[in-house]
């Protein structure tokens, strides 16, 4: 057993050793995930193997197996030929379909939050209005929320969208892509400019983002299939939660 | 005229005033490009308008329009309602068609360079063998160098290519992807995953880079028209001189 996982296994063991209802490979599970969430077990960081956890824990290697198989299904873990089993507590998200952050999560067995911080209606500025294929000082709803996976802050996100679009920014719920689904507005184009920087102060607060990690900043116009532009957003994205997939 | 660019437009004087046989508009491009180069005009700086630039400097308006044309089409300036026209010295990279960065430097006017710091033939590992669709320990070009775009160092990329595609790596120059063509190897697709991270010491020397500027870390697979993998690379990107673009 190496030092590094030395009070990973003293916390597990006693989480394991509480009464409970719960079979042993779900509470197992559970317990790799808030050591992840603790920031304990960080991204790619490898997992003792199978034989390692049986004997320090007193457990079956099946309970194990089943804790990690469980464990990759949600995205926590990975296995790669060679190293083993690493954590996986970045969020990769694809630039290629437009799917909306909440879905993308759903997707991956993570539970998506959202908390609005501002839904005003506004007449647009000439960048927006470029972005929407609207004239200059057309109304636009900006709306602005934090994200949050798994109860944990990820990003901000600013975005613009017609009033043609949106009668009432109040209808809209966490998603703003089912709000768009369920009239039938679909987005399924997208084009993004990803580059990086460091958080200001506003965003530090915003996040709870320590002032020395870099965010991503994805500048992303979401588009129909006849190519009219639906939305224009700029979010700004931890940069050791988040991985940007194209292809 | 803004006191800002009092020092500009003294520049530009000196230097059209000069004598020469290349037109006037080129000149004034290329004075332009220098003052980018120099840091005197940084990324996003809105310029001095058409009637300021002839009235200061005593050329006619369509002088200064063609020069901005020229920019314009070498990605220096970009133009943009409401704004005018601001200096773009961050370089714009596709992640969709893996060009390679010297021809895309190429394509925006730019001059591209690269040093190579390491060509070796080594075993590659599971990681690098999964990524090429080799067997484990099948032999490797990791191919490393700093890459420059108009003498300024700004990118390291560590790639990984097969010896079936590659002889005799000292018979590449500056452009891998040149050399790949060249022999009818074509990278038509890429997946790349984009994110972000504070560099470390060897990384801030070998490009010369503050600790407080990010990198964004592009890992990316290039493959041929029928899916075979042609190159793995992992580049390490100047967050103030890249902005990537998917779509």
Redesign the interface.
Known sequence: MTHQHSSLFAQLAAILAEESRTPLYKRFAAAIKDAVRAGQLVHEEILPGEREFSQSLGISRITVRKAMDELEKEGVVFR????GTQICS?F?YS??EPKGLSQQAVLRGKKPDTVWINKSKIRC???I??KLGLS?GSDVWQLKRIRYVDQQAVSVEESWVSTQLIADADDIGISLYDYFRERQILPV??????????PDEALQQQIALPA?V???VIKQLALDAQGNPLEYSISYCR??M??????
Not at 80 to 83: C, D, I, L, Q, T
Not at 242 to 247: D, G, H, K, L
């Open positions: 790669s030929r060679g190293y970045q990769e630039l290629k500025n000439a960048e209005a470029e200059n184009k997208s084009q993004s400019r990803v580059s990086a920087r460091m020395n870099p965010v991503l940069s050791d988040y991985v940007f997939i194209a292809e």
